[in-house]
C-alpha cells in the first residue's frame, strides 16, 4: 500500500534551518510528482509547490521561493523539504502529498511534520 | 489565479441528516486539464482524499459521500451523517498543466 512518512518535530531558532524527509514506499517514486503543502496553526492548506520525481525539477508557488527548497534522493525514494534563514511565521506542519494518478489532486498524504520556530 | 470560496465556513447537523458544502470558484473550472477535489481533515491528521474530479470517489470512500457540480459551482453532500464525519472539510482546484493547486478556506463540520 502507498505510504508518506515524514520526519519527526522539529524545534529551531530563528535564523537556522531545517529538513523535513518524506519517504515513500508501496510504489513507483519516480512515477508520480511529489507536492508540498503547508498548514499554520489553526490555518487552512497552502500549496508550497511540486518537485518532478522523474528530473528532480523544482518548482516554487509565490512566497516559497528563495528560502525553501525541495530536493530527491531517489535511492531510497525519499523528498526533502529544507527551509533556510527560519522566521516565527514558518511555525507551521509541512506535509508532502503525491500527484494522483493521471491528474494534479493529491491523492496520498504524509502524516505531517510541526516546524515550529521560537527562540 | 483562482481563488476557492467555501460556504458556510461552520456547519452544524444532526447525525442521520445530511449535510451540503459549497464550493464557489472565482473561474469556470471547464477545461479537461482542471478539475475539482475535496479533502477530510480531521484534528490531528493529514487531510484525506474524498472526491476528485467534481464527482469520482476516491477508494475506500463510503457512497455517503458525494461530489457534484460543474462550472463555478460544486457541492460535498454527506448523508446519513456519522459522529466520526466532523472534520473540515477542503476543496481544491487543480490544473494538470502547468501543475497548479489552490485550496478553499475550509469548512467546519459538527455533528
Known amino acids: 500500500q502507498v505510504q508518506l512518512v515524514q520526519s519527526g518535530s522539529e524545534l529551531k531558532k530563528p535564523g537556522a534551518s531545517v529538513k523535513v524527509s518524506c519517504k515513500a514506499s508501496g510504489y513507483n517514486f519516480t512515477y508520480y510528482a511529489m507536492n508540498w503543502v503547508r498548514q499554520a496553526p489553526g490555518q487552512g492548506l497552502e500549496w508550497m509547490g511540486w518537485?518532478?520525481?522523474?528530473?528532480?525539477?523544482?518548482t516554487y508557488t509565490q512566497g516559497f521561493t528563495g528560502r525553501f527548497v525541495f530536493s530527491l534522493d531517489t535511492s531510497v525514494n525519499t523528498a526533502y523539504l529544507q527551509i533556510r534563514s527560519l522566521k516565527a511565521e514558518d511555525t507551521a506542519v509541512y506535509y508532502c502529498?503525491?500527484?494522483?494518478?493521471?491528474?494534479?489532486?493529491?491523492?496520498?498524504w504524509g502524516q505531517g511534520t510541526l516546524v515550529t520556530v521560537s527562540s | 489565479e483562482i481563488v476557492m470560496t467555501q460556504f458556510p465556513a461552520t456547519l452544524s447537523v444532526s447525525p442521520g441528516e445530511r449535510a451540503t458544502l459549497s464550493c464557489r470558484a472565482s473561474?469556470?473550472?471547464?477545461?479537461?486539464?482542471?478539475?475539482i477535489a475535496w479533502y477530510q481533515q480531521k484534528p490531528g491528521q493529514a487531510p484525506r482524499l474524498l472526491i476528485h474530479g467534481a464527482s469520482t470517489t476516491a477508494t475506500d470512500i463510503p457512497a455517503r459521500f458525494r461530489g457534484s457540480g460543474a462550472g463555478t459551482e460544486f457541492t460535498l453532500t454527506i448523508s446519513n451523517l456519522q459522529s466520526e464525519d466532523s472534520a473540515v472539510y477542503y476543496c481544491q482546484y487543480y490544473n494538470n498543466w502547468p501543475p497548479e493547486i489552490t485550496f478553499g478556506q475550509g469548512t467546519r463540520l459538527e455533528i
Open positions: 502529498a503525491r500527484r494522483g494518478s493521471g491528474d494534479s489532486y493529491t491523492d496520498y
Open positions: 473561474q469556470s473550472v471547464t477545461s479537461i486539464s482542471v478539475g
Open positions: 518537485i518532478n520525481t522523474n528530473t528532480g525539477n523544482p
